[in-house]
Structures are given as structure tokens and as C-alpha cells.
């Protein structure tokens, strides 16, 4: 069974740190895209980064650029996303996605998902 599992949310206050990891087990992911999104409270799901295979491309949304990166240890097969100087908007949950096959931007494009990890930022 494949599954992607999320982890490193919590409670943090305004201009803080956290570093989200995503595990994946019941196959490689080591060559395809992954990603995260996050859905904030009341929203849509939205695209926040995504890494290819080799890490030597990467993509992230206007409002993550400067603050969020994204990275991953395929020998670990995990997925990280580090977020620094947090903001109360940045509250949502985030989910990691594996094994896109149109636009990375896209949610339908995923085939796998995590069942997220909450981050609350609080000012």
C-alpha cells in the first residue's frame, strides 16, 4: 500500500521556523515530482512548492519565494519542506503530493497524497 505521510506540524508563533517532513512507503518515488500544497481554513487546496526528481528543479509560489524551500532525500524517501518567518496566513493544512502528470500547480495532476499535517501561526 502506498503512503505518503506528513509530519513537523504544530502551534508556532508569528516569524517562527518549522520543518515539515513527508515520508513515503509502498514505493520509490525517487523518480518522479514531488510536491506540497496546503489548504488553508475555508479555502481551496493551493500549490506551495514542488521538487523534481533530482532536486535540480524547483518551483514555489509567489508568497513562499524567500521563506519556504523545499528538498528531498530520496535515500530516505522524504520529503522536507523548511518555512521560516511564518505568518498568521500561512495557517493551513499541508499536504504532500508524488507522481504529477500535467501541471505541477495543479491538485488533480497528483496521484498520491498525504492526509496532511496542520500548522496553526499564531501572532
Same mark, same amino acid.
Given at each position: 500500500?502506498?503512503?505518503?505521510?506528513?509530519?513537523?506540524?504544530?502551534?508556532?508563533?508569528?516569524?517562527?521556523?518549522?520543518?515539515?517532513?513527508?515520508?513515503?512507503?509502498?514505493?520509490?518515488?525517487?523518480?518522479?515530482?514531488?510536491?506540497?500544497?496546503?489548504? @488553508?481554513? /475555508?479555502?481551496? %487546496?493551493?500549490?506551495?512548492?514542488?521538487?523534481? &526528481?533530482?532536486?535540480? !528543479?524547483?518551483?514555489?509560489?509567489?508568497?513562499?519565494?524567500?521563506?519556504?524551500?523545499?528538498?528531498?532525500?530520496?535515500?530516505?524517501?522524504?520529503?522536507?519542506?523548511?518555512?521560516?518567518?511564518?505568518?498568521?496566513?500561512?495557517?493551513?493544512?499541508?499536504?504532500?503530493?508524488?507522481? @504529477?502528470? /500535467?501541471?505541477? %500547480?495543479?491538485?488533480?495532476?497528483?496521484?498520491? &497524497?498525504?492526509?496532511? !499535517?496542520?500548522?496553526?501561526?499564531?501572532?
Amino acid at each position: 500500500q502506498v503512503q505518503l505521510a506528513e509530519s513537523g506540524g504544530r502551534l508556532v508563533q508569528a516569524g517562527g521556523s518549522l520543518r515539515l517532513s513527508c515520508l513515503a512507503s509502498g514505493r520509490t518515488f525517487s523518480s518522479d515530482p514531488m510536491g506540497w500544497f496546503r489548504q @488553508p481554513p /475555508g479555502k481551496e %487546496r493551493e500549490f506551495v512548492a514542488v521538487i523534481s &526528481w533530482s532536486g535540480s !528543479t524547483i518551483y514555489y509560489a509567489d508568497d513562499v519565494k524567500g521563506r519556504f524551500t523545499i528538498s528531498r532525500d530520496n535515500a530516505k524517501s522524504t520529503l522536507y519542506l523548511q518555512m521560516n518567518s511564518l505568518k498568521p496566513e500561512t495557517t493551513a493544512v499541508y499536504y504532500c503530493a508524488a507522481d @504529477p502528470d /500535467g501541471s505541477y %500547480r495543479d491538485t488533480g495532476s497528483y496521484h498520491y &497524497w498525504g492526509q496532511g !499535517t496542520q500548522v496553526t501561526v499564531s501572532s
